[in-house]
């Protein structure tokens, strides 16, 4: 099972350009998620989905756009990269509900130069 | 203050040692916990869901003490595998979705 796949794994990037991260996950889970790992930060969600064509803001999403056209892919933007956004970003699914399990990425290690 | 605390460490214990972790959240309203574990440069996976009434996987016990807001990970008998970053979960429900990573806390078990 592939369960969560993101791509690219890493990239780099100059000040000002933009790109785009893919998450596809094959789980049929409901929710989505993008976050963000920086040292001594923990993760920090910075926008999540609950749904096909729904998303919502996190903790950091400033800098950020996202869509949730397909139920099975979750995409993060960034228009005007800049060296703060930095970090390793996790995408996680999982299914509706407050104790349930969320199956993560293998991370897109992004540095803005 | 952050919402969810923890020892960053490093953990450094021989094999066979028993090491134990807490962490401290902030906002009474938390509902679901949790013990992610973080292998170098990899994703976060699963360890084990925390319960109230405190539970056992083997070797882990995980416990919840709600009066106090902390929540605990012991480790018996620990293995050179066991060496990850550990990560305090915790979800709440504020009228919205919110789940909250811990910064983590590092073991390295030695031989």
């Known amino acids: 099972n592939a369960g969560v796949t993101q791509t690219p794994k890493f990239r780099v990037l100059k000040t000002g350009q933009s790109m785009t991260l893919l998450c596809a996950q094959d789980m049929n889970h409901e929710y989505m998620y993008w976050y963000r790992q920086d040292p001594g930060m923990g993760l920090r969600l910075i926008h999540y989905?609950?749904?096909?064509?729904?998303?919502a803001k996190g903790e950091v999403p400033d800098g950020y756009n996202v869509s949730r056209l397909k139920k099975q892919n979750f995409l993060l933007g960034l228009e005007s990269a800049a060296p703060s956004q930095t970090s390793v970003y996790f995408c996680?699914?999982?299914?509706?509900?407050?104790?349930?399990?969320?199956?993560f990425g293998q991370g897109t290690r992004l540095t803005v130069v | 203050r952050k919402e969810v605390e923890q020892d960053p460490g490093p953990f450094n214990v021989p094999e066979g040692a028993t090491v134990a972790f807490n962490c401290t959240y902030s906002n009474s309203a938390s509902q679901s916990f949790f013990w992610y574990r973080q292998d170098c440069r990899k994703e976060p996976k699963l360890l084990m869901s925390v319960y109230s009434s405190g539970n056992e996987d083997g070797r882990f016990t995980a416990q919840l003490n709600r009066a106090s807001q902390y929540i605990s990970l012991l480790i018996r008998d620990s293995k050179l595998s066991d060496s990850a970053t550990y990560l305090c979960v915790v979800t709440l429900n504020t009228g919205g979705f919110k789940t909250i990573f811990g910064a983590g806390t590092r073991l390295f078990v030695k031989a």
């Open positions: 996680a699914s999982s299914t509706p509900g407050q104790g349930t399990e969320a199956f």
């Open positions: 989905s609950v749904g096909e064509g729904t998303t």
